[in-house]
């Protein structure tokens, strides 16, 4: 029976330490059947010696460690730019808007100048000027410009 015992506490030790390697301190206690224990606490209500390990880290873990901080630096750029691309594409949303915009402006100011043979236009100043023909044709031809531009 007592080799059975000393077996299966060798073979609880030899587990505790490959499974929780990265435990800093085990305990171990004698309960009142004379039954010896190992844990990573102590039970309560009973006095444990404090037992010292000596794990090592596994031979691969700066390799892994590395791996692991690569990868944080390759995400975070990747979110970096799915984030520009989408400032990007915002911003080139908002182009086409004021374009679609500017068109529209353009293409309405040459109806205007087209339809009416007097056109009344108002000045930098506020005052309010008639156009002159060759004035409105030089707006049409302005508009025209603006179109082509902006429509196109």
């Known amino acids: 029976m007592r080799p059975f015992l000393l077996v299966s506490i060798t073979c609880l030790v030899f ?3 490959t499974q929780l390697s990265h435990a800093d301190t085990f305990y171990k206690w004698v309960d009142d059947q004379g039954v ?4 990573t606490r102590p039970p309560e209500g009973a ?6 390990t000596h ?29 520009e ?22 293409r309405q100011n040459k109806v205007q100048l087209t339809l009416k043979s007097r056109v009344k ?8 000027k008639m156009l002159s023909e060759e004035e409105r044709q030089a707006q049409i031809k ?4 603006a179109i082509k531009e902006f429509c196109l």
């Open 142 to 145: 302005q508009a025209d410009e």
């Open 85 to 106: 691309e989408a400032r990007f594409q915002k911003d080139l949303a908002a182009a086409k808007q004021e374009r679609k915009k500017q068109c529209e402006e353009a």
């Open 55 to 83: 794990a090592q880290k596994p031979a691969n873990q700066d390799q892994a460690t590395k791996e692991l901080e690569e990868t944080k630096v390759e995400q975070t750029i990747e979110t970096k730019e799915k984030e």
């Open 15 to 17: 587990c505790l330490q």
């Open 36 to 39: 010896t224990h190992y844990g």
């Open 121 to 128: 236009m108002k000045m930098e100043d506020g005052s309010i």
């Open 47 to 52: 006095s444990a010696e404090s037992v010292k």
